[in-house]
């Protein structure tokens, strides 16, 4: 298999097999906020949380976030968010850091006073705070209107989203566990076709295991959150605990732009499906 260059992003895939388990080996694979774990993870996983719930921030701002208006402490803070951030080189060695994981990117520069970069979690930094660091529901929902730009099909429609399915809004939380990523689970549902819609999104991405353009990356995970709204949570269930209906009521009914986005989609489903029957029944002309 081949590995994703440091401070690159891969498709979901390259997230669940790749990023996932270098990030909680590196950062833990537990929140702070519920067991003591080693004092590094503790940091960067503190400032990870800095990033979700308020969004883009310069290192100052990150310390700012924490320690109020202790100047001293304050720039001892962003002295070690800077070294979490681009690492370290000890006696020869370097030691990665959360920009060469993929977690945090550069998001533009600030001037309010010298000129410092702004950071924000990336699309695989989002997922690995949802899975990770035991974030509430009301901590999602506000870092859904900080990254709202950033994955908008999910993010960009969360009051939406929210007012029409309630709570199964936040099983963005299993997809960043890895979940419904193998297209299992999926052949029991009846309504609609899940198995081949998923299966022709891991096609169309096949190729971007180590690298993905990161507004392609959110149209992947946008493309399986929709649709892996209809598969059971519960293995032994056979439907899911969204009924049909609710669905295609939020998919058809109150967004116009959502519901041209999904169908959009579905017809690359249907052209792909379609494309291949053909290559199929030539085969049997031969």
Not at 39 to 46: D, F, M, S, T
Not at 100 to 121: C, F, H, M, Q, W
Request: charged share 30%; hydrophobic share 35%; net charge positive.
């Amino acid at each position: 298999m081949a590995e994703i260059k440091p401070g690159t992003l891969g498709n979901l895939y390259a997230y669940k097999t790749y990023t996932r388990p270098t990030a909680r080996r590196m950062y833990g694979e537990f929140s702070y906020r519920k067991k003591t774990i080693p004092k590094h993870h503790e940091n960067i996983q503190r400032m990870l949380h800095v990033l979700a719930i308020n969004g883009p921030q310069t290192t100052w701002g990150m310390a700012k976030v924490e320690l109020a208006n202790d100047t001293a402490k304050i720039r001892s803070r962003e002295k070690q968010y800077r070294k979490f951030l681009v690492g370290r080189d000890d006696r020869g060695r370097h030691s990665m850091g959360v920009l060469e994981t993929g977690l945090v990117v550069i998001d533009g520069k600030s001037r309010l006073k010298a000129p410092a970069n702004i950071y924000r979690l990336s699309i695989h930094g989002i997922l690995y705070c949802l899975d990770v660091l035991d974030l509430t529901n009301k901590e999602i929902d506000m870092m859904a209107e900080k990254y709202k730009d950033v994955i908008p099909w999910i993010f960009g429609k969360w009051e939406y989203l929210k007012n029409t399915i309630g709570n199964e809004v936040y099983r963005l939380r299993l997809l960043a566990k890895g979940l419904f990523l193998d297209n299992i689970q999926t052949t029991k549902i009846s309504k609609i076709p899940v198995y081949e819609i998923l299966t022709y999104l891991s096609t169309k991405y096949l190729d971007n295991f180590e690298h993905i353009e990161e507004t392609d990356l959110a149209e992947q995970i946008s493309c399986w959150y929709y649709t892996q709204l209809l598969i059971s949570k519960n293995p032994q269930k056979k439907k899911s605990s969204l009924e049909y209906q609710q669905w295609y009521k939020l998919i058809t009914k109150g967004d116009r732009d959502l519901k041209s986005w999904y169908q959009s989609f579905l017809d690359e489903v249907t052209d792909f499906y379609e494309k291949r029957f053909k290559i199929v029944k030539n085969l049997k002309k031969l």
